[in-house]
């Protein structure tokens, strides 16, 4: 679906509700706005906050201001929003982990469901998965050929446990119904690091990380995960093109809000989402990086919130993956 025939949904669903909420909303915001990340600077959902911040900036008068409050897979920024006033004043910006942790978190210290109102997913790639140019695998059927022959002796990596990397390489290996091994690392850059080395024989990878390998020969691209293929891989066939129905994955990224968030706010802030995926100069920058812009409704996010977290509980327990 195009960014323009999402803008459309979004924008009809949202005039509705938008009269009865200009009047409360229409002085909103007043003063700076919190927009709390649970990732450290310079990682992928620490820039895509800040392009969201500088815009938001400029279309409001007022300071938006990221606070990084990295750790713990995003739960500490998560716990802190859930907590705050739902007064439109603090919100967050995070990724589909925060949908997962649900399952890999035993003992969290809030709902992410419940303590939250959804306001926008903003964003989506697809992920890659790349193998070493020495396995013997040019296509995916090869790579479960190959892993089938050799029965726990191939080796994949990831940014660690229940990450989206080792969540999307735990679905494969369900469907796939291969014996391969699991080797966590703390962060992308050691896994690739690893990967380039051939210590691992694969992965499944961001594709902004794994884009300036694959052009330099030192990765090899297999398949991608989403419904459609990546953008910056037009030539690599998705998983479904390559067998596998319905074995769809990736990185996404949404803004929450605490639990009763004023509806005017939640449609202040969406309508204010769409503005900036709208806007050229971003729609150019999240393209160089791989990035699908979307822009649902918080009704749509709802949704998505809901069906993601029984998906990936399925996978998560079918793998018996536990964080604490």
Sequence with gaps: ????????????????????????????PTKPVKILVGFPPGGAVDVLARIFADKFSALWSQP???????????????????????DG??????????????????????????????????????????AHPSVAAKTLADLVALAKANPGKLLYNSAGNGTPTHLTAELFRGAARIDAQHVPYKGSAAATTDLLAGRVQFAFSNP???????????????????????PIFPEIPTMAE????????????????????PRDIVNKLAGDIVAVLQMSDVRERLAALGVEPIGTTPEQL???????????????????????
């Design 1 to 28: 679906m195009t960014i323009q025939s999402l803008v459309c949904r979004l924008v009809a669903s949202l005039c509705l509700c938008a009269l009865a909420g200009a009047v409360a909303a229409q002085g909103y």
């Design 64 to 86: 938006a201001l990221v606070e990084n409050r990295a750790g713990a897979t995003g739960n500490i920024a998560s716990d802190l929003a859930a907590k705050a006033a739902p």
């Design 89 to 130: 004043y603090t919100i967050l910006f995070t990724a589909n982990t925060h949908v997962t942790n649900g399952a890999l978190y035993s003992k969290l210290p809030y709902d992410p469901i419940r303590d939250f109102t959804p306001i926008s997913q903003v964003t989506y790639y697809s992920l890659v998965l790349v």
């Design 208 to 230: 902004i990380v794994a884009l300036p390998q694959v052009k330099a020969g030192r990765l090899r691209p297999l398949a991608t995960t989403g419904a459609k293929r990546s």
């Design 242 to 261: 390559s067998g596998y129905p319905g074995l769809e994955a990736g990185t996404w990224h949404l803004f929450l809000g605490p639990a009763g968030l």
């Design 302 to 324: 709802a949704a998505i919130m809901r069906s993601e977290m029984d998906k990936w509980t399925k996978v998560i327990r079918a793998a018996n993956i536990k964080l604490d």
